[in-house]
């Protein structure tokens, strides 16, 4: 335990100053901001709209929303598993990592974590930008109906199933990037799944759940529409399954893995 | 004997289909150290890398401290610094960076970290980006890495990679420190002979994974045959004078004549010899095969 908290502060350490961490505060930042300043400038339409509070929520958070279940989210996070890697791989580090007074386990296990940690920044801060910018919106104009309705608990929820949703595409990636040290492999492989996951969860094809890149489409579509209640739908379950089985197998790679 | 420190037995390894390392049995004992010789790709960084468990070794062929690698993985890297081809370094963080990365994983103070860039004089670097450091300063950081956790045993594997000659000295100078005044067991490897003479103790000859020769340095220095040199006024006339008396000649030039060294007394006879028969001896002296023929000699033959 005291090696993992130890390995995870290390890859916090490491990271801290490289463009993979400022990703996950700044993309919510960059989106979220982009979005206010949309609805900031065309203030007059959208209030002449007269939608209800809760409308208003829907079309400020669904800005972004709308396009994270197949771009944002599942790009992200191939990006963070693969710059996680990346940082050994670039810096041919694996061989003095891996011959520290540290247990395997822990050393991959910390690093499986913290591109867990990072996503889960990344949406919670998306979630939190979006409430602290609705509210800047209603201050900045009072013609906004922001202050009607709390969308706390509904974006809360709705953000931590799109978290529940990537684990499945997290683990594969993980293990993709951990195997090759190149930027191709990875990208590509996700770019392919990323579309095959698109095309299955738009199609509705019944066995869509199967396909972990479709996992955020499907969990986002799920919650617009019938079981928007319901946090551990189908491919949620089938989101954590592959993230606890294909994490457990990375385990076994990493161990069995020699260090060139 | 001493503590082995590091030993192996009848070590065999493969990659692939290819053996790269051959029944090697090191021997390296406490306080030595233990200079790894070998050409390149003799097998040396991958012997170092199995040393480390970053290779998995067969069960029981590898011991550190007395102890079976596998199943002493954690304990035993507790105990040893290592630096092993090119430092593994982040290039996006300072030198210090790097070291104080190093003191979170091993759980040690800062304070380590500020000692080890004054003792390999990186102090004045220490906040520059470690991607922009010189190949003998990267060197310098990886080595100070390796001696952060003041480790009983350090695996340095052509630590003088890249350094300027003061560097090459330097290092040199320190790793005999560390061994006389710290006791610590140091492996360095190398491909060059005349560096490893300077400092070892031992001395471990490979190529193609088959350790050729093992013992101290002076095991090694026996096993060159010493040979006189002989510089006279009249070489041509000496050397037949020589021939004709039942000297054997190994060798001639246009100056000197080479003969095998029996002993001092002889090398005083033969001098007084040829006095007598009015030649003029410059010089005479003994010499041995430089240990640089040696090395070749000895990987050549295999």
Request: aromatic share 12%; proline share 3%.
């Amino acid at each position: 335990m005291r090696s993992l908290l130890l390995s995870l502060q290390s890859e916090f350490y490491k990271s801290r100053k490289t463009l993979a961490f400022w990703a996950s505060i700044l993309l919510p930042l960059l989106i979220c901001g982009l979005i206010t300043f949309g609805f900031l400038s065309n203030a007059e339409k959208i209030i002449k709209m007269h939608y209800p509070p809760q409308v208003l929520w829907m079309n400020f958070s669904g800005a972004a929303l709308g396009v994270m279940g197949m771009l944002i989210l599942p790009f992200y996070v191939i990006f963070m598993a693969f710059s996680v890697n990346n940082i050994e791989h670039k810096n041919d580090t694996w061989k003095s990592l891996f011959a520290q007074p540290l247990n395997k386990f822990s050393i991959y296990a910390a690093k499986y974590l913290y591109a867990v940690m990072l996503i889960f920044i990344c949406l919670f801060l998306f979630a939190l930008f979006t409430i602290l910018f609705g509210h800047l919106l209603q201050a900045l104009n009072s013609g906004f109906t922001f202050n009607g309705f709390s969308p706390v608990a509904l974006l809360s929820k709705i953000y931590f199933k799109m978290f529940l949703s990537s684990l499945g595409i997290l683990s594969l990636q993980f293990i993709i990037s951990l195997i090759w040290s190149d930027f191709l492999k990875p990208m590509g492989i996700g770019f392919v799944g990323i579309i095959a996951g698109i095309i299955v969860a738009s199609k509705g094809w019944e066995y869509a759940y199967l396909v972990p890149y479709s996992h955020p489409s499907l969990a986002l579509s799920m919650s617009k529409s019938k079981n928007m209640d319901q946090l551990f739908s189908q491919e949620i379950y089938s989101s954590l399954i592959y993230a606890v089985i294909l994490f457990i197998a990375g385990y076994f790679i990493v161990a069995k893995k020699s260090i060139k | 004997m001493r503590d082995l420190i590091i030993e192996t037995r009848g070590l065999n390894y493969y990659f692939g289909n290819q053996k790269v390392v051959d029944d090697l049995s090191l021997k390296v004992e406490k306080g030595s150290i233990y200079g790894f010789l070998g050409p390149n790709g003799a097998g040396k960084t991958t012997s170092i890398k199995i040393l480390l468990n970053l290779l998995k070794s067969p069960a029981n062929t590898v011991f550190l401290f007395g102890k079976e690698i596998n199943s002493n993985r954690i304990a035993s890297l507790k105990r040893l610094g290592a630096l092993v081809e090119q430092p593994a370094i982040y290039a996006h963080l300072s030198g210090a960076e790097n070291l104080y990365n190093r003191c979170m994983l091993l759980g040690i103070s800062r304070t380590k970290a500020k000692e080890m860039l004054r003792l390999v004089g990186l102090e004045d670097a220490a906040d520059k980006k470690a991607g922009k450091y010189s190949l003998g300063m990267k060197q310098r950081l990886g080595i100070a890495l390796a001696l952060l956790s003041d480790p009983e045993l350090l695996l340095l594997d052509e630590p003088t990679n890249g350094l300027d000659p003061n560097g090459i000295i330097e290092i040199r100078n320190l790793m005999i420190e560390l061994a006389t005044k710290h006791q610590k067991t140091i492996l360095v490897s190398s491909h060059l002979l005349a560096e490893i003479e300077r400092i070892a103790t031992h001395v471990g000859i490979i190529n193609k994974g088959k350790l050729l020769f093992q013992g101290t340095i002076n095991e090694l220095h026996d096993l060159s045959k010493p040979m006189i040199e002989l510089e006279l006024n009249d070489i041509a006339g000496g050397r037949e004078f020589l021939n004709n008396n039942g000297y054997q000649i190994l060798n001639s030039t246009e100056k000197k004549i080479i003969l095998p060294f029996i002993s001092t007394e002889e090398c005083g006879r033969l001098n007084t010899l040829l006095i007598q028969h009015g030649f003029t001896v410059y010089s005479i002296y003994q010499v041995r095969k430089d240990l640089e023929h040696l090395f070749l000699d000895i990987t050549k033959n295999n």
